[in-house]
């Protein structure tokens, strides 16, 4: 009983009357023996081991559990295969536990199944949309192009792109533009629009770009709807060209000067305002008629492009003008303007045939304004205007020395 793997006895030697009992505790130490095996199997959880013998009847409740434990382990793969019907009726709370948990899978399991069945609907649906999309969008004009986020690969595109772009260079280009402004598209954002130059040898093609992220065919991508706004373009300079243009003269408008002074007064730049009124206009409209005097305002403003390089000529209306820069200061500015004046006063003004002649020039006010100014923008013409009324008013005094004898 209390070493059945060591214990011996050996009934034969005992006294007859005693031997019986030896018999029996021989028979009772196996029993035990037998029994404390199988104990140990079961404490390991070991259900293949050996079974006590038939006539083991200190095991006979032992074996019950080891059929119990059989049967869970079978009802175990049935759940995990997925047969949520198996239920567990004698194990009290373990029970309990194991026929909630398998209640759960059966119904976490039946959730996920309907989640699946509607993925694979969308999904079909998706690829279904996709297939649509790709042939409506064939007959689109606008070229749709699809473009993987992570690798800049071109994946789709609803019309060849040779028919879009004049050269490969240009292809190139176009998608180094586009993916640079893939790679700063926020994901959640739904749409982004860019406008951008493509700059070939000859010619410069402006297109406008829609962006969309969506998910492509298992891949994160930017949907691109592009469209050629060249032509757009070429009409909006032409418009713009009239807007701030004076159709007689070709100089800028009165509109124009007036924003191009403003902008620099409040980015404080350096820059010198030269105000400018032609001579005599009134004599030669009334002598020769309102083409020559139109004529006259004509010539003079080509003479206004030698003042400088680039210079802002601005006609105010009328025979006034006003010259921008800021390539000099006010004293430089009045040298190029005299010299500009002397140079027309000089020689006198015919036209083609000669039937008409006379005298051109033109009276100027320079004001020079620094940055960090503070006079407003009509002040500041003000004070070019009388300027240049001082200017008018000592020539004309001048003239009318020269003409006393």
């Not at 860019?194 to 297109?207: R, S």
């Not at 403003?301 to 209306?317: A, D, E, M, Q």
Request: net charge negative; with cysteine; hydrophobic share 35%.
């Amino acid at each position: 009983m209390y070493s059945p793997n060591s214990a011996h006895l050996d009934v034969e030697s005992l006294p007859e009357d005693f031997q019986k009992l030896g018999a029996g505790l021989v028979f009772f130490s196996d029993l035990l023996k037998e029994l404390r095996d199988f104990e140990k199997d079961l404490a390991r959880g070991e259900l293949s081991g050996k079974m006590p013998g038939r006539d083991n009847e200190l095991a006979a409740r032992l074996k019950d559990l080891h059929a119990s434990l059989k049967h869970l382990t079978w009802q175990t793969k049935q759940v995990a295969s997925g047969d949520y019907s198996q239920r567990v009726e004698f194990m009290g709370e373990f029970s309990d536990a194991f026929n909630e948990m398998v209640a759960q899978l059966n119904s976490r399991t039946k959730a996920l199944n309907d989640e699946l069945k509607v993925v694979q609907a969308q999904a079909i649906d998706l690829a279904r949309s996709n297939s649509l999309f790709e042939s409506i969008s064939s007959n689109i004009t606008e070229w749709i192009v699809m473009i993987d986020r992570e690798t800049g690969e071109h994946i789709f595109s609803n019309h060849p792109i040779k028919n879009d772009l004049n050269n490969e260079i240009l292809e190139e280009q176009l998608f180094d533009i586009l993916f640079s402004y893939i790679k700063d598209i926020d994901p959640s954002a739904s749409t982004v629009t860019k406008q951008f130059p493509l700059v070939g040898d000859t010619e410069i093609q402006y297109f406008s770009a829609m962006l969309y992220p969506v998910h492509w065919r298992e891949k994160d991508a930017v949907a691109v709807v592009l469209t050629d706004i060249t032509k757009e373009k070429e009409v909006l300079k032409e418009l713009e060209h009239i807007a701030y243009h004076d159709t007689l003269t070709g100089a800028y408008n009165r509109h124009y000067g007036m924003k191009l002074l403003s902008d620099w007064i409040e980015k404080n730049l350096h820059f010198v305002i030269c105000f400018l009124d032609l001579d005599r206009l009134k004599y030669v409209n009334d002598a020769f008629g309102h083409n020559e005097g139109d004529n006259y305002i004509v010539s003079v403003s080509r003479i206004l492009t030698r003042f400088s390089r680039n210079p802002y000529i601005c006609r105010l209306g009328g025979d006034e003008f006003m010259i921008l820069t800021s390539d000099c200061n006010q004293a430089e500015a009045e040298e190029k303007l005299e010299r500009l004046r002397e140079e027309m006063v000089a020689k006198e003004y015919a036209n083609e045939d000669g039937s008409v002649t006379y005298k051109r020039s033109f009276s100027y006010g320079v004001v020079e304004v620094s940055g960090g100014n503070k006079i407003p923008t009509a002040e500041l013409l003000s004070v070019a205007d009388e300027k240049m009324y001082e200017y008018k008013k000592a020539h004309k005094a001048e003239r009318n020395s020269k003409a006393k004898p």
